[in-house]
Nanobody
Framework: QVRVVESGGGLVQAGGSLRLSCAAS??????YSWFRQAPGKEREFVAG??????????YYADSVKGRFTISRDNAKNTVYLQMNSLKLEDTAVYYC?????????????????WGQGTQVTVSS
């Protein structure tokens, strides 16, 4: 059984930092992304990472570029999202998605497996 599980969400003040983790079990994947969904809004792409051989590729939404960093730990089959300089508008449920694709998809249909989501709340 394949499972994708996020952790690390919480409440943080604006300007603060959080690190989200995404652990997959049951199979390995070569592409992961983080999406987020704020109340009343569509789920949107945040950041993605994929690897091929010794090369790793990342891609970020403009809204988080320079503030968020996506990384991986192959030994733990875990992907991280380090979020710095958090803003009120970063408040959302953050979802991890996994797939085996030769590219980083930025739409929901590009991923086969999803986690249950973790809440991130940024307060003023």
């Amino acid at each position: 059984q394949v499972r994708v599980v996020e952790s690390g969400g919480g409440l943080v003040q604006a300007g603060g930092s959080l690190r989200l983790s995404c652990a997959a079990s049951g199979r390995t994947f070569s592409s992961y992304s983080w999406f987020r969904q704020a109340p009343g809004k569509e789920r949107e792409f945040v950041a993605g990472i994929r690897w091929s051989g010794s090369s790793t590729y990342t891609y970020y939404a403009d809204s988080v570029k320079g503030r968020f960093t996506i990384s991986r730990d192959n030994a733990k089959n875990t992907v991280y999202l380090q979020m710095n300089s958090l803003k009120l508008e970063d408040t959302a449920v953050y979802y991890c998605a996994a797939a085996n694709r030769p590219f980083i998809a930025t739409i929901r249909s590009g991923y086969d497996y999803w986690g249950q989501g973790t809440q991130v709340t940024v307060s003023s």
